[in-house]
């Protein structure tokens, strides 16, 4: 294809995103993330970031980070083979398996490394994944390099899972490991893990979860959707994610049995050849779970702030999906409307993001408001408030699903 063809192709390509609604902007912070950001000149609440416990910015953290750099220096410039360990990499690998109460970790420089990088060392052609419907991107892709048998069953639907459980026997599967999510991102569920976990093992299977939007903060003492479920050290792979609840840098691991830890320090990609976790984050990762394990967790500040806001919005007459977790969806059903809700909730000072088709299943549109430890009251008082102030202007409070799914 000629140049000016491909580029036009290209050019094609975005407009047909536009069309389809699904255009991506990117609103430019001016400052530090935290719960009062700083949005082209104008000071707006933040219910939109990961920063569950609220350590993106916690002073403690800053000062390890401070720290760190000036012991450990900046950069590495190694893989982890060649020049690439210090003492905090293997330190912090440590220090999560013993949070997680996991035998080791390995570390990525993502999660979505750790994902892309955990299956195709595990099994081949004749093993079998089974994979739930709504599995994040980095795991589907990751499912996508390895050669095992792929079987897809439905959103928390646990007959569906032992069908294809029972489907990958009786084709003949060497191997099975079951991958899900351990808290669906676009509705705060928790998976069943437990329930998971004793079905995966009826069929001799091994059960591997995503806990990133979990780890540090889901269960009594944060350690998962394990712990949340009564199964705290029992799932045979855990990955997650340093880039959420703990700090919000960057980084990921995956945490298992010493053997899977080592046949992926051997042979997984995306660890084997690329750059170390930087010593920074590696350092200050151990002060954010020196923090977790101390007395002044924010853990329970951030339930505290979860349960005021969902208790909050529910009085005003808006529908959110039950739950508890800090990820809390406003149903507003209709995609126009859940836009047109985020602009005017801007408007009033606080930032959320609405999301439609095909993030989420059609007529399912809604705001996804993320709390964090850090919000104070006055701040979660008012997006409820600012919530209910939208919906009245809108005339929409207190409405039914269907007359949402059909406001004009
Ligand atoms: C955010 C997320 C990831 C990716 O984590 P990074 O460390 O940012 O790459 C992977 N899996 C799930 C479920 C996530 O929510």
Redesign the pocket.
């Known amino acids: 294809m000629k140049m000016t063809n491909f580029i036009k192709n290209i050019f094609q390509n975005l407009e047909k995103i536009k069309e389809a609604g699904t255009w991506k902007d990117e609103r430019v912070l001016e400052g530090r993330q935290g719960t009062t950001i700083t949005v082209q000149g104008k000071k707006v609440l933040n219910f939109c970031a ?1 920063n569950y416990l609220g350590l993106a910015n916690h002073p403690k953290v800053i000062d390890a980070a401070k720290k760190a750099i000036d012991e450990w220096g900046y950069g590495m410039s190694s893989v982890r083979f060649i020049c690439g360990t210090q003492d905090i990499h293997i330190e912090l690998e440590k220090r999560i398996s013993n949070f997680l109460g996991m035998q080791d970790s390995i570390l990525y420089v ?4 750790a ?1 892309g990088g955990v299956f195709e060392p595990l099994l081949g052609k004749d093993d079998a994944i089974v994979t739930a419907s709504l599995n ?1 991107a ?2 589907i892709d990751g499912i996508r390099l390895c050669k095992a048998k792929r079987y897809i069953y439905a959103h928390d639907d646990l007959n569906n899972l032992e069908d294809n459980l029972k489907k990958a026997r009786v084709d003949g599967a060497k191997n099975i490991l079951v991958a899900t ?1 351990g808290v669906f ?1 676009m509705d705060g569920d928790i998976a069943k893990i437990d329930e998971i976990l004793n079905l995966t093992k009826s069929y001799d299977g091994i059960l591997m979860v ?1 806990d ?2 979990a780890t540090g903060f889901v269960g009594a003492n944060g350690r998962g959707t394990p712990e949340f479920c009564g199964v705290h050290g029992k799932v045979d792979i855990i ?1 997650s ?4 609840a703990l700090g919000g840098a ?3 691991f995956i945490s298992a049995k010493r053997e899977v830890t080592s046949i992926l320090r051997q042979k997984s990609r995306p660890y084997l050849f690329s750059n170390t976790v930087a010593p920074v984050v590696a350092a200050t990762s151990i002060s954010v779970l020196d923090i977790l394990e101390s007395k002044n967790s924010p853990l329970e500040q951030l339930t505290k702030n979860t349960e005021r806001f969902r208790a909050g919005i529910q009085k005003t007459g808006l529908i959110i999906k039950e739950g508890s977790h800090p990820i809390v969806p406003v149903m507003l059903y209709n995609a126009r409307l859940a836009n047109v809700f985020a602009e005017r909730l801007l408007d009033l000072g606080v930032y959320v993001i609405g999301f439609s088709f095909p993030v989420v299943p059609e007529h399912q549109a809604r705001i996804r408001v993320q709390i964090s430890a850090a919000h104070s009251s006055v701040e979660i008082d008012k997006a409820v408030q600012s919530f209910e102030k939208v919906a009245s202007d809108l005339g929409i409070l207190g409405k039914s699903k269907d007359f949402l799914v059909n406001w004009k």
């Open positions: 990961n993502a999660c979505f490394d994902n994040h980095s795991i999510d991102s995503d990133s939007h990955s994610t340093l880039g959420k960057n980084g990921g």
